[in-house]
């Protein structure tokens, strides 16, 4: 079993989509679903997005919404093999309110890279670049590995323990972390919507007889929502149950 614990959480309407085809809707399901996300965030010591979530959604990554935490906020962590953000902040139309972004909110913030570090002098503030490939093709195998060895790097930087990791977008992030069953579990928010459309969605790109199987944990109501929870494997649930 692994010592990371990296679990996965989407919200999707009824018909797959983490939000319509045209990229703009940001929350599909209720307030009181939001609510629930950020008691769900307040477990775990990093939230994981991808660069697009980040720059589209303007992602804060707190637990802003559950009243009663007490504790200090997740450290927010960028997934960016393409050096998006770094690109973001050399724009001058863009720079400011991207390093404003970075910057909200008093905990740190991880980027995790594919290149060189950048030369930019806001990395000095509480905003920590890591230098490590990831491959996010949904058949790397060494997805979790790279991603662990990130994360190491990213402790050893910041001086905080990162041995719990909620990642919570985009598709292209999730569908390679759910394809190679790299995290442990999984919250599925379904709100009754239907938009129709192809894209933002997880697409293993697996047939019936291949496809995931996971083992149910809980099922909860939120308004109209409905968060599924599952384990990655029933052999891991037996093993965490007998600790």
Request: net charge neutral; aromatic share 8%.
């Amino acid at each position: 079993m692994n010592k990371r614990k990296i679990d996965l959480k989407w919200a999707q309407t009824l018909d797959g989509q983490l939000c319509d085809d045209s990229g703009t809707s940001q929350w599909i399901t209720s307030g009181s679903e939001l609510d629930y996300t950020h008691y769900i965030r307040s477990k775990y010591q990093g939230i994981l997005v991808g660069a697009s979530t980040f720059l589209i959604d303007k992602a804060q990554l707190t637990v802003r919404r559950y009243k009663d935490f007490q504790g200090d906020q997740p450290v927010r962590i960028i997934l960016d093999p393409r050096d998006r953000v770094s690109e973001a902040l050399s724009n001058p139309s863009q720079s400011a309110m991207v390093f404003s972004m970075l910057l909200k909110g008093k905990r740190p913030t991880v980027i995790i890279g594919g290149g060189a570090e950048p030369n930019y002098p806001g990395f000095a503030n509480n905003i920590y670049y890591v230098n490590q490939p990831i491959d996010l093709s949904i058949d790397n195998t060494r997805l979790r590995s790279d991603l662990e060895t990130a994360l190491a790097k990213a402790e050893k930087l910041i001086e905080r323990d990162l041995s719990s990791i909620l990642v919570e977008g985009g598709p292209r992030v999730l569908t390679s972390l759910a394809n190679q069953g790299a995290f442990d579990r999984l919250f599925v928010s379904v709100a009754p919507k239907l938009t129709g459309g192809y894209k933002f969605r997880i697409e293993a790109g697996r047939n019936l007889r291949d496809s995931i199987n996971f083992e149910l944990i809980d099922v909860s109501v939120r308004e109209n929502d409905v968060i599924f929870e599952y384990q990655s494997n029933k052999d891991q649930a037996l093993e965490r149950v007998y600790q």
